[in-house]
C-alpha cells in the first residue's frame, strides 16, 4: 500500500472486479446492520464505499470529513440500489482497508447544497464551503472559462503580458486603493483600477495583439455584483476598429459559453445604441429576453384635455408606456407600483387594466377622451387583462423609471436561455456634480472632435459595452490617439494644462511618439462565469471573496498592523477603527 490512490472516484465506472485505492473525504456515513457505507468525495466527484464494521472498526468510527484512503474492489451495486443521481451510482466499491489519513473536527455546516447556511459562516470556513459540490463546480466552471479564453486569444495571436499592479492612479471614475511606500515616505502607489494605461502604453511599444486575466481594484460601495478587487479579461489592439474589438471579445465569449454550457450562441451579436436602448428598455444594459418594451405615447397627449400629462409634455417632457401583460393588480399592488415609482424619482405613476370590452379602468380614465383611451390601447397592444404602466415626465426619468418596474415585473430568474449584445454609440459625457465627467474613461475617443468641441453634451463616444441578460459584462472603446484630442478632453472634464502635467504629463508624453490608432476592451470574468453558473451572487464564483462591507470573516482582513510598520512607511494614525 504505497501510492496514495490509483483512482478517481469517478474512474470507478466501469471497472467492476478491479482493485483500486481512492483517497478523499467522508461526505455521508451510513450504519446499515452490520455495513457501513461511506459516500467518498474526491474532486472528481462521490462513490460509494461499502465497509463491513465488524472487521473494519474504525469504518463506524468515522467523522463526517475526514480525510481517508480506501483499498477495495469495484463491483456493480446490487439490484435495486443504483443511484440514477450520482455519476458513479451504479457502482460501488467493497473496502477492506481504510486508512484514516486525517481526522476532522466536528464540521460548522453540512457539506450539502441543499442546506441554507449563513454568509459570514460559509465565509469563515470558506475552506469547508468550498468543497461543496455547487462551489466545486463553480471552481471548475471559472478555470474553464479562462482557459477557454486564454487558447481562443493565443490562437489569434494575442500576448499575454502583466502589467504593474503598483501603480500611479489610473482613473476609471472609481476611487483608488492606496498602499503606502516605505522607500518613499509619505508616496502612495495605488492598487490599478485597470491595466487602461499601461495597455495603451504597449500599443505604443509595437505590441499590436495584448491581453491580461488582470485583477483590477476599485474601492466602492459594494453592491450585490461588485467586489473591491474583480478579475477581468483586458485586451487591447492596434490598427483595430469598434468591429476589431467585438469580432475578438465575441470569440472569447462564445468559446466560454461553448466550454461550459455546450451551446454556441449566435454570433455576431445584436448590435443597439445607447440611444434606443434607453428608449426601448430604459436601461443601458437591456435585458432582452422579454419584451414589454417601453413605447412612446407623447403625441396622444399633446393636445390633451388631461392636464396632468399635456402639462408635462408641453413643458418638454415625455409620456413612455409598459404593457405589463395580462395580469391581477389588486389595489395595494398598484399603490405599491405607484410607491415604487416614486422611490425610483418619478413624480407619480398612471397604472390602467384593460376591461373585456376594452375600456381602461384607472384613476384617470374619467380624464381621457375615447380617442385617447384607444390610441393608448393600440400603441400598447392592449388586450383585456393587460396591466399598462404610464410615466409622464422628462425623458430621462421616464425611460429609467419604466425600464426598472419592467425589471421588476418581467425579468426572468436565472440565466438558462442566453442573449448577448453590444450596446454602442455612448455619450461622451454626461452632467456630473461640478461639471461634465465621462461614461467610459478620459481615454476614450470622441466620434467627432468638431462636435465634442462645440457641444459636449451632444458628443457621442467610440465606446461600447458587451451586455448579457440585463447584466454588463464590460466596456470597451476605440482610444484617443492624438496628444491634443486628449488634452482636449481633459480639459473639458475640468482638469487643468497643469493638473495634465502633473498627473499625466509621462502618458501624453508617450502618445507624441508615433501612438498606432488602438482600441481595447475588457470584461468582468467574476460576472461571466456568475452568469453562467446562474449564480446571482458574485462571491459564489470568488473562491474568496468579501462581505459587502468588505470583511474577509476567514482572515479578517482587513487587520490594524503595529505600530513599528505604520512607522517604517511615515503614517501615524489619527482614527480608531470602529470595533
Ligand atoms: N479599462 C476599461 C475598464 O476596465 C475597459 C477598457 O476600456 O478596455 O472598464
Redesign the pocket.
Known sequence: MNKVRTHHAIETIGLEGQQVRLAGWVARRRDHGGVTFIDLRDASGVVQVVADPAQLPIAADLRMEACIAVDGVVRPRPEGTVNNDLATGAFEVVVTIIELLSPAEPIPFMIDDRVEIDEQTRLEYRYLDLRRPRMAANLRARSKAVAAIRRTLDERGFLEIETPTLVSS?P?GARDMLVPSRLRPGAFYALP????LF?QLLMISGVERYFQI?R?YRDEDFRSDRQLEFT?L???GAFWDEESVQENIEATLVAAVRDLRGVDIPCPFPRMTWQESMDRYGVDKPDTRFGMEIVDLTDEFRASEFRGFAGVVNAGGVVRGINTGGRELARSAADALVDDAKRLGAKGLVWMVVEPDGSLRSPVAKFLSEGESSAIAERLQAKPGDVLLLVADQWRTAVSVLGALRLQLGRPSGHEELKFLWVTDFPMFEEGEGGLTFL??P??SPQDVAVMASSPLQALSR?YDVVVNGVEL????I?IHDPNVQSQVFEILGISQAEQESRFGWFLKALRYGTPPH?????GIDRLVMVLQQEINIREVIPFPKTQSGFDPLTEAPTEVEPAQLQEVGLRLDVRREK
Open positions: 489610473t476609471e483600477q485597470s491595466p487602461q495597455k488582470a483590477c477581468q483586458d485586451l487591447e467610459h474613461h481615454f476614450t465606446a464590460g466596456s470597451g472603446s482610444r482600441g481595447g476592451f475588457a470584461f
